[in-house]
């Protein structure tokens, strides 16, 4: 007589174990399928974004879009910027860009070494690795956001022309609050189409990137001043650097 109850009572404890396990695992599988659109969206969007006729926008433009703050770009094929903005851009944020496959290397392991050397370390991201942080990531320094970029970068230089990834990257590259792209930059602190630049705003411009909240092409520092001198000294010397934008 004991036996069929010890039967009767173990299987409803076992089918409470499966009931109590069975949400976890619906939240796990969620959980993967969402990690997928995440991984597999920049991938698909990237291929999208290879046509000349498509304006990408960056998710900075969209954070501004959601918060109703608007934002003024303007999008302008590489060839009607000029050559000024476009040289003092590549000589100043990525020198190598035509010859790296998406992240400059050497740069990157002088930065390594300086950091264990216990420097202070500088920025070694690429054109491609900051344009696929504007379309994809979000702002400020993370671990997480460089080991997705990296990647990212490669992917982007592999399936997607030199000279398009560069136009992209001047039409959404933030260079003040809600001004994105270097024909809206131009006009705003200067007045003036981005083609009609001298080599001097065009570099002004070019070195604000790095810090377009703190600093103002249309009044700069003296440092900032400085900084653009060089840059503008090696646009005019650009020559091959700038090859695979021809």
């Not at 939240?27 to 597999?40: E, K, N, P, S, T």
């Not at 990525?94 to 930065?111: M, N, R, T, W, Y």
């Not at 671990?143 to 992917?155: D, N, T």
């Not at 131009?186 to 080599?199: I, P």
Request: include cysteine; proline fraction near 7%.
């Amino acid at each position: 007589m004991e036996a069929p109850a010890v039967e009767s009572e173990g299987r409803p404890r076992r089918a409470r174990t499966g009931k109590r396990f069975r949400p976890a695992g619906r939240l796990l599988r969620g959980l993967m399928r969402i990690a997928a659109v995440v991984v597999l969206l920049p991938l698909v969007l990237t291929l999208l974004y290879i046509p000349s006729f498509v304006h990408p926008v960056s998710t900075l433009m969209l954070g501004d879009l959601a918060t109703l703050r608007g934002y003024e770009r303007r999008w302008v094929p590489l060839e009607a910027m000029g050559d000024n903005v476009v040289h003092a851009v590549m000589m100043s944020e990525d020198g190598q860009f035509c010859s790296h496959p998406g992240i400059d290397f050497g740069e990157l392991k002088a930065v390594i070494d300086e950091a264990l050397s216990g420097e202070r370390t500088r920025g070694a991201s690429t054109i491609p690795m900051q344009t696929v942080k504007n379309l994809f990531l979000w702002p400020g320094r993370s671990f997480i956001r460089k080991a997705l970029e990296a990647p990212l970068a490669v992917y982007l230089d592999i399936v997607m022309p030199k000279r398009r990834i560069m136009e992209i990257y001047l039409n959404i590259a933030e260079w003040g609050p809600g001004i994105y792209g270097a024909e809206a930059a131009a006009r705003h602190y200067f007045g003036q189409s981005a083609r009609d630049l001298s080599r001097r705003q065009a570099a002004l411009l070019a070195v604000t990137l790095p810090n377009p909240y703190e600093r103002n092409p249309a009044r700069p520092s003296a440092g900032l001043r400085r900084i653009a001198s060089v840059i503008e000294a090696r646009a005019r010397r650009a020559g091959g650097y700038v090859g695979c934008l021809g």
